[in-house]
């Protein structure tokens, strides 16, 4: 079982940019696709961007599109979200999640998740 921590939220105002981190530990991790979701108030949790374990295929939701973009760094057993032109509806809790299977990530579904770091976007 491989566990997540997230790190890197925080205040910024619209337009500006923040770089969210998941490390990761656990056996194997080099083996799983990663991915990001967020929760907003009153929201569910919507999948923002995934990576495969290789580092390649990067997909993302529309709404993030040429904003965001994950990486990872296999030696460092850590994936990155960097966020740029944020936007106040960018606002929520995000969440690091691993899976074996990339498709079931873009799903929704995770075998692991971390605990969430808070962005908030002012305007």
């Known amino acids: 079982q491989v566990q997540l921590e997230e790190s890197g939220g925080g205040m910024v105002q619209a337009g500006g940019s923040l770089r969210l981190s998941c490390a990761a530990s656990?056996?194997?991790?080099?083996?799983?696709?990663m991915a990001w979701f967020r929760q907003a108030p009153g929201k569910e949790r919507e999948f923002v961007a995934v990576?495969?374990?290789?580092?390649?295929?990067?997909f993302y939701t529309d709404s993030v599109k040429d904003r965001f973009t994950i990486s990872r760094e296999n030696a460092k057993n850590t994936v990155y979200l960097q966020m740029n032109s944020l936007k106040p509806e960018d606002t929520a809790v995000y969440y690091c999640?691993?899976?074996?299977?990339?498709?079931?990530?873009?799903?929704?579904?995770?075998?692991?998740w971390g605990q969430g770091t808070q962005v908030t976007v002012s305007s």
């Open positions: 990576i495969d374990r290789n580092g390649d295929n990067p």
């Open positions: 656990g056996r194997g991790v080099w083996v799983y696709s």
């Open positions: 999640a691993a899976d074996l299977f990339v498709n079931r990530l873009r799903g929704g579904t995770a075998g692991a």
